[in-house]
């Protein structure tokens, strides 16, 4: 994500937001509005990706760091996504390919780079760039990390949770990742895929100059509320 902080900037809608956490990556002058369907990282806006309550046109980037899988309908997401944001402005998606099930039951689904690449196009948006985060043998080390993480959480004894976590853990990564950095597989087994797209449409001058909200927020209803100002 670090390397890619460059494509993000100016007014920014950070869609699933949560925590927020990678605003570090964007440029210094970048103002970021966030919308999440809950209170969990006081996001600017509550509000669903599947009707997002902004005008056409009105952000210059949008990002969505794994929530696509939450869901459940991505290319309507992704739809309203790129409605939102400005022409030839940046999209960056991050989404897993292979990941256990989690945060049921809202949990719907998974992405190979021709299924992320399927709903872009759909939705008026052109590839620039896909990364995979972690090959094969990072892949099966997750796996192995997140069972024994599970596993440890059974044992009574503290000595024993605190070996599994502290000592295995971090051995199963070390040794996952050294073999990851070496293999010459291809990337056709990935823990996730981070997605640079480009807003291919163009719309018009009347549409861009409309104001940001589609409608005025009030109290929790509906779509939800917004504070006062921007996250920046």
Known sequence: MASL?????????????????????????TTTITVD?????????IGSALELPFRSASFDSVISTQALEHISNPFRAIGEMSRVLKPSGHMLITAPQTWPE????????????????????????????????GGFFATIGQMMAQRTYQVATTYRRHLVRRFLRRGVIPLINRIALRLDKRSRANDDTVINWIVVARKLNVGSQAEQSQPLFARAPTAPGAWGRRREGCDS
Request: glycine letters at 16%; a negative charge.
């Open 5 to 29: 902080g460059h494509v993000v900037g100016g007014l920014v809608l950070d869609v699933g937001s949560g925590g927020s956490g990678y605003r570090q990556f964007f440029a210094r002058d």
């Open 37 to 45: 369907v809950s209170f969990y990282g006081t996001p600017t806006v």
């Open 102 to 133: 989690h945060m049921a039951p809202h949990d719907y689904f998974r992405f190979t780079r021709f299924g992320l690449e399927e709903v872009m196009r759909e939705s008026g948006l052109g590839i620039e760039e896909f990364r995979a985060c």
